[in-house]
């Protein structure tokens, strides 16, 4: 009996060691570095959304719906925000798991995913952001935690198939709201937001990797007392609070700017822009057909619907109309 009381005690103080260890090493893994690339990122972020803004309300044109290279950068922001990902599960778990800190970190995830998603349904109808950014960030701080401590080649192995499985399989059976966020699908869904586990779970597999190969290097473990670096390691540990309350923000100062401006002459409109805003105009007022011009316009040259089918343009005009709203 005494052994027995003696084994039950040795276990619960690995137990409570353990814990200890893995909470030490959490509190511990926070380095400036990547909290300053984070704060980068949701600089980033914000810019491009408010020059998304601007161009929407037909403020400024840049062509940020239709423009590789606009695209191009809208793809760069996420994919730094994937990596980071994966390269911060490394840094909180590499010595083991916290459990009440990472579930923590989850529910918040989620909650905020699940309000997300409330918010868009409100705004956008039946084209909410049913699998966005921070879906696909809370799914893949699941998935990815088994490889954070298991042999190299399992990562390794996972991201490749995430990465390049799309590139050569792809369904029709893929293009419904309860499939797409997988990411075979062969049509873009209609949402105001996706981010589908293929292959963008890959992206964060690499971060993990990346971080877990290369954690001392230098690019990985600079510190800096400059203002500047400090601030920017203060928005990358604020970055989810920044992300759920900077478009709101970004609308409630730009909205009414484009009011203010909606009797200023404008001097590009597209033969298609004036056209559209001059059907749009009988029973809409002016600042509405702006915006639902703008999303016809980015759509018609994204989709190459110039001479779209009857059922096409319907489509383009529901979700115009939802967004323009």
Known sequence: ??????????FSSLWRNDRKT???????????????????????MVAYH??????????????IGVDALWFAL???????FLLLVGAGLWLAHKDGIDWRSYWKRQAIL?????????VTWFQFGEYFAYFGVLHAIALSSLLALP???APLWAPIGTAIVFLFLPAVFASALFNTRWLAWIGFFTAVPETADLVPMFPWF???LLGLIGMRLFEAAPIFTWSSSSPWARVLARLGRWSLIIYLVHQPLLFAAITPLANWLDQMPVDKFTSFTMSCEASCSEGN???YCRRYCSCALDITIRDNLWDAAADEVERMTRLCTEMAR
Request: glycine share 6%; net charge positive; aromatic share 6%.
């Open 1 to 10: 009996m005494r052994h027995k009381r003696a084994m039950q005690g040795a």
């Open 22 to 44: 893995a909470s030490s090493a959490n509190r511990q893994s926070r380095r400036q570095a990547i909290d300053v690339y984070r704060g980068l990122a949701i600089l980033a």
């Open 50 to 63: 408010a020059t998304w803004d601007l161009n929407f309300y037909r403020i400024i044109e840049v062509g």
């Open 74 to 80: 809208q793809r760069a922001i996420l994919t730094a």
């Open 110 to 118: 989620v909650a905020a995913a699940l309000g997300v998603s409330v």
């Open 147 to 149: 490889l954070v401590r």
């Open 202 to 204: 890959g992206v964060v």
């Open 285 to 287: 007022d002016a600042a």
